[in-house]
């Protein structure tokens, strides 16, 4: 792995008291999926729908956060943290346009560590999301993780979570999923800079380039070929698109109509970075089933592998993915129906 770019607090400062943490500017984030559709209508994203759930707006999406990470981490990691990355993080509070957003990083107990906590807040100090970011000692290893735990690595924040996960009382919508579940078919995906992603991403990468929190040369057509890789890399927030965006021909969905949001997501790096025009294949399964107040919620490990004749792994995500039970019209019916109300 590449030398630390970062060097401890202290020897980067001459003052007694060093900082406790790296942290970002103050960004404003953009809605890009207010047109969003799927299952024949618009999502959580779109004002209206929101509204008649109870939200003031309708929010940005979450991993659209995870762009103010990216310099922070490679501050810390460098290159490695393209190549061996993982972020996890749970999302707190939802963030609509025109609100300012700040990325924090905790810095790492020393030079050589791995594994930071993170967190994003508003202006005002509201909570935007918990986690926990790390790289791995070298590209292509073993990235699990019973890999980290195996390297005194303390689990990241999804798997923590998901580890503390009591079986669902009775579950209405997502009653016919089951853990262990498979996703039909292997899907096929690539991402150039003008492929637009499909009714659940209506938009393209040149798009989100256009508007992005943290603009970087190794993104872009005319400069990617500097990359330390020789080609575009894309950026982690657009891996979430890359890999939601053929997500409903695995069927791992409930019962519908009924509309989702991003509770918590996962996006480890085993042999990265993913490139734009690169061929992948998806592998999706059901690693778990969870239920709230408010919602149900489906965990679904992707696994994702370079289209080619070896076919390496080369990233994973986990998503909790939580549909609103108040969406679902028959809901209160079923419940009833099944003994559950």
Known sequence: METRAFPSPADASPF???AAELCGPLRRPRQMLAEQTYDGHKSIHDDGTAENLGLRAGPIEGPTHFSQFDPLLFRLFGRA???TGCISA????M???GEEVRAFVELPASPDARFVRIRAEKKDGTPVLAGSASVGASVGEAVSEAADEAAGLPPHELEQRIAKLRPPAGLVINRDLKV???GRAVEHIVMGFDDHMGDHYPFT???KLKVITEPCAWYTAEHGASSPWGRPIIPTEMISVLLGSTIAQAGLSGRKPAVGLFAGQQIRLIRGPLFVGQPYELEREIIALSESARTESVW???RVYEASATRPLVAEMILNGAVMKASYPRY???ARELGLA
């Open 16 to 18: 007694a008291t060093a």
């Open 81 to 83: 943290w393209f190549e």
């Open 205 to 207: 990468l040149a798009d």
């Open 180 to 182: 262990g579940q498979r």
């Open 90 to 93: 749970h999302y707190q509070n």
């Open 300 to 302: 679904v490990r992707t």
């Open 332 to 334: 209160d019916e079923e």
């Open 95 to 97: 963030v609509v346009e």
